[in-house]
């Protein structure tokens, strides 16, 4: 059983920056995808970026060049590093999870484990 627990979401000020982790107990298998998505009131989930158990990562557009997706497996973490944040990057961010393949993904049916959630606000 993957459990996915998100933290460091919050309001800041547009150009600012923020962390956001996910305590991931998937780190044993030998391949996964993760990712983080995000879903803003009255919109559907959308992919951000991804990584692999190969290191491979992959973003959405709107967000390459701002976005960082990274992994820490001996701590088992994922984080997104979101600078330069817009107004438009307010939303529910979501940590997500695969087992099974490595690759990438934006679709969400192709995840099979999800986190609560942690909110980003960002204000112009």
């Known amino acids: 059983q993957v459990q996915l627990v998100e933290s460091g979401g919050g309001s800041v000020q547009a150009g600012g920056s923020l962390r956001l982790s996910c305590a991931a107990s998937?780190?044993?298998?030998?391949?996964?995808?993760m990712g983080w998505f995000r879903q803003a009131p009255g919109k559907e989930r959308e992919g951000v970026a991804t990584?692999?158990?190969?290191?491979?990562?992959s973003y959405r557009d709107s967000v390459k060049g701002r976005f960082t997706i990274s992994q820490d497996n001996a701590k088992n973490n994922l984080y997104l590093e979101m600078n330069s944040l817009k107004p438009e990057d307010t939303a529910m961010y979501y940590c997500?999870?695969?087992?099974?393949?490595?690759?990438?993904?934006?679709?969400?049916?192709?995840?099979?484990?999800w986190g609560q959630g942690t909110q980003v606000t960002v204000s112009s």
């Open positions: 998937i780190y044993t298998y030998s391949r996964y995808c």
């Open positions: 997500a999870a695969a087992v099974g393949w490595a690759g990438f993904s934006f679709h969400t049916s192709d995840f099979g484990y």
């Open positions: 990584i692999d158990s190969h290191g491979t990562t």
